[in-house]
């Protein structure tokens, strides 16, 4: 069992940064893939980042990458997000997440989410 908490969001102007953290309990958190997703209102929650268990491997879907970076600290059970260069279309719900079996890039992948940060980007 992992729980997940998120914090880290806020207010920021376009072209501005943030970076996201997520806190996890349980002894087993290194054993397993963490991503984050998003969620605005209407939509889907989609993908935005993954990383694998040591924290080796990454990917990020293409909406985000070259702005955004993914990380991780097992040995402070901590996972981060460090978002550059924010557009207002980046507002949404952000939601971090643990995969037992891999870093999977679907929410399906996923077994443990926590509660989400709200992130707005003004123009």
């Known amino acids: 069992q992992v729980q997940l908490v998120e914090s880290g969001g806020g207010l920021v102007q376009a072209g501005g940064s943030l970076r996201l953290s997520c806190a996890a309990s349980?002894?087993?958190?290194?054993?397993?893939?963490l991503g984050w997703f998003r969620q605005a209102p209407g939509k889907e929650r989609e993908f935005v980042a993954a990383i694998s268990w040591g924290g080796s491997r990454t990917t990020y879907a293409d909406s985000v990458k070259g702005r955004f970076t993914i990380s991780r600290d097992n040995a402070k059970n901590m996972m981060y997000l460090q978002m550059n260069s924010l557009k207002p279309e980046d507002t949404a719900g952000y939601y971090c997440?643990?995969?037992?079996?891999?870093?999977?890039?679907?929410?399906?992948?996923?077994?443990?989410w926590g509660q989400g940060t709200q992130v707005t980007v003004s123009s």
């Open positions: 349980g002894r087993t958190f290194s054993s397993y893939g």
């Open positions: 997440a643990a995969d037992r079996t891999g870093y999977g890039t679907a929410t399906r992948d996923y077994d443990y």
